[in-house]
C-alpha cells in the first residue's frame, strides 16, 4: 500500500478533492489518446494541486488515493524497441506486464505509438506478472507487434507511485508518478524528487493542467519512464539523444532532494516489499 509522505502533502490536501470512482472514470479511459509530459519538482507539488482541486477530481481505489504500480517492461537484445524511441521512429511499441497494487489487478499490455502521434494501448488480465510471454499475451503480441515473443526479453522493472486527476468534465486525465524506481538484473536507479506528469486528452480538447503548466513556466518534456530507466541502467546502448534531458532530470531531482534533507531512499520507497520481477529470471 502507498504511503502519502508527509514531506510532499500536509494533512488534508488530497481530501480537499472531490472523489472519482473506478467506475464513474470509465468514459475517460482514453484508450486512443494524444498525451503531453511534463516533469517538476515533486516539492511543488502540493502548491499545484491546491491551484485546480476546485476543477478536478480524484481517483480513490479501495480508499486510496495514491496507488503503487509495478511494470516490467520486454525488449529485443539490442534493445530495438528502445532505440526506435531514441531515434525518433514514428511507429513504435511497448510490451510490459503492469500489476496495479490497490486493486489486485495485472495487465499485459501492448503501447502503440502511430505516426500520427496518436498513443493506442491493447491489454489482456492476467493472474500475474509474468516473465515470459505465452498463451493469451503471445497472440495479442503477434496481432499488434511486428516481432516474435522469441525476441523479446525483461529488460526493466520500473516502480512508481501514481495520483490520478479527472477534469470535472470527464474530457482530461492527469498522471502524477512519484517514488519513481528503475532495476535491472543488476543496478538500481531512483528518482525520487520528481514528478513526470502525463495530461491525456482524447481528442483536442482544452487542459485545464497543461494551462496551469504553462502559467508556472514548466515546459513540455517529452521523454518515456522506460527510455529514462533504461538511459539510467544501461550504459552499453546509445542514448545521445536523450543525455540532455537526463541531466535535466538529474538536476530536478537534485534540487528537489536539497528541500529533503532526510530524503528516504528510492530503494525502502519504489521497491519495499518486492523481490524484483527480474530477480527471477
Known amino acids: 500500500m502507498s504511503i502519502i509522505d508527509p514531506r510532499i502533502f500536509s494533512d488534508g490536501i488530497l481530501d480537499s478533492f472531490n472523489p472519482i470512482t473506478l467506475n464513474e472514470m470509465d468514459s475517460v479511459k482514453l484508450m ?4 503531453t509530459k511534463f516533469v517538476f519538482r515533486v516539492d511543488f507539488l502540493e502548491d499545484f494541486l491546491n491551484e485546480i482541486k476546485e476543477n478536478y477530481r480524484i481517483l480513490i481505489v479501495d480508499g486510496n488515493r495514491i496507488s503503487h504500480y509495478e511494470t516490467l517492461y520486454f525488449d529485443t537484445k539490442d534493445f530495438h524497441l528502445f532505440l526506435d524511441h531514441h531515434n525518433g521512429k514514428a511507429n513504435r511499441f511497448k510490451v510490459r506486464y503492469r500489476s496495479y497494487s490497490e486493486c489486485n489487478l495485472t495487465f499485459f499490455e501492448i503501447k502503440i505509438k502511430n505516426n500520427k502521434g496518436r498513443t493506442h494501448k491493447v491489454r489482456i488480465r492476467e493472474k500475474e506478472v509474468k516473465y515470459v510471454i505465452e498463451g493469451d499475451c503471445n497472440a495479442l503480441l503477434n496481432r499488434y507487434a511486428p516481432f516474435p515473443a522469441e525476441d523479446l ?5 520500473v516502480n512508481f507511485d501514481r495520483l490520478t486527476i479527472v ?18 538484473d543488476i543496478l538500481t536507479k531512483g528518482y525520487p524528487g520528481i514528478v513526470i506528469t502525463e495530461v491525456k486528452l482524447d481528442r483536442s480538447r482544452h487542459s ?4 496551469l503548466m504553462h502559467h508556472h513556466g514548466i515546459p513540455e518534456f517529452r521523454i518515456s519512464k522506460y527510455c529514462l530507466g533504461v538511459s539510467s541502467l544501461y550504459d552499453h546502448i546509445k542514448k545521445n539523444n536523450f543525455k540532455p534531458k537526463i541531466l535535466q532530470i538529474n538536476k530536478i531531482n537534485q534540487n528537489a532532494l ?5 530524503c528516504i531512499p528510492v530503494s525502502s520507497v519504489a521497491f519495499s516489499g ?8
Do not use: Y
Not at 208 to 211: N, R
Not at 258 to 262: A, E, I, R, V, W
Open 274 to 281: 518486492s523481490s524484483g520481477f527480474l530477480t527471477k529470471v
Open 208 to 211: 485545464g493542467f497543461i494551462q
Open 258 to 262: 536539497k528541500t529533503f534533507s532526510d
Open 153 to 157: 526479453f525483461p529488460s526493466l522493472e
Open 32 to 35: 486512443n489518446r494524444t498525451d
Open 167 to 184: 477534469n470535472k468534465e470527464l474530457t482530461e486525465r492527469v498522471t502524477l508518478d512519484m517514488h519513481l524506481g528503475f532495476r535491472n
